[in-house]
């Protein structure tokens, strides 16, 4: 079964860092680009980053709310990706959603798409 | 950074109806690089149009996603009871992806 499972969620306090996690299953995690999307209690989703595969250079890019903050990095050989964030903000409050496109692992032209989304981990940041 | 705008903010119509949703983006995307999602509460978004217009798997075919350039529509021809959700465009058009501040369509 195609799945990604995040964990790592929890409550922190302002100023503080967490180390969420995303376990991969069921296909080539290594030819998949990984991206990061959050969601604020009652708001819309937003983008947070991507990490692209290592073939492809392994380069990630942040949206601008977490540039300089957050860091995303995956580990292949453990079918695992990251998302370090650092100097937390009441505002990174939110669901994050670890999610890629099966159809780009699957070398599909039209893949630009989130087709593989986990059930989202909760970070709370409040003193 | 490709800012989308969505609209209207809330549709609000019967079962049965047919509904519009609007994608407007700041700058010309390809129109493979233009995706829509359905979110229910409590659950993780799931993909329902790429390129614009073809439906990923096991997506009913009341649902039509239509637009190039800058203007994108997601029409759900007959709306039924599990359609009322809140609904998402995003772009892959550059190195920055972001997401429609989203459409809520709930029943009249």
């Known amino acids: 079964e195609v799945q990604v499972v995040e964990s790592g969620g929890d409550l922190v306090k302002p100023g503080g860092s967490l180390r969420l996690s995303c376990a991969a299953s069921g296909f080539i995690f290594s030819s998949a680009w990984m991206s990061w999307v959050r969601q604020a209690p009652g708001k819309g989703l937003e983008w947070v980053g991507r990490i692209k595969s290592k073939s492809d250079g392994e380069t990630t890019d942040n949206a601008a709310p977490v540039k300089g903050r957050f860091t995303i990095s995956r580990d292949d050989s453990k079918n695992t990706l990251y998302l370090q964030m650092n100097n937390l903000k009441a505002e990174d409050t939110g669901v994050y959603y670890c999610?890629?496109?099966?159809?780009?692992?699957?070398?599909?032209?039209?893949?630009?798409?989130?087709?593989?989304w986990g059930q989202g981990t909760m970070v709370t940041v409040s003193s | 950074e490709i800012v989308l705008t969505q609209s209207p903010g809330t549709l609000s119509l019967s079962p049965g109806q047919r509904g519009t949703l609007s994608c407007r983006a700041s700058?010309?995307?390809?129109?493979?690089?233009l995706a829509w999602y359905q979110q229910k509460p409590g659950q993780a978004p799931r993909l329902l149009i790429y390129g614009a217009s073809t439906r990923a798997t096991g997506i009913p075919d009341r649902f039509s996603g239509s637009g190039s350039g800058t203007d994108f529509t997601l029409t759900i021809s007959r709306l039924e009871s599990e359609d009322f959700a809140v609904y998402y465009c995003q772009q892959f058009g550059n190195s920055l992806w972001t997401f429609g501040q989203g459409t809520k369509v709930e029943i009249k």
């Open positions: 700058q010309n995307i390809t129109s493979n690089y």
């Open positions: 999610t890629t496109s099966l159809r780009k692992v699957l070398r599909y032209f039209d893949w630009h798409a989130f087709d593989i």
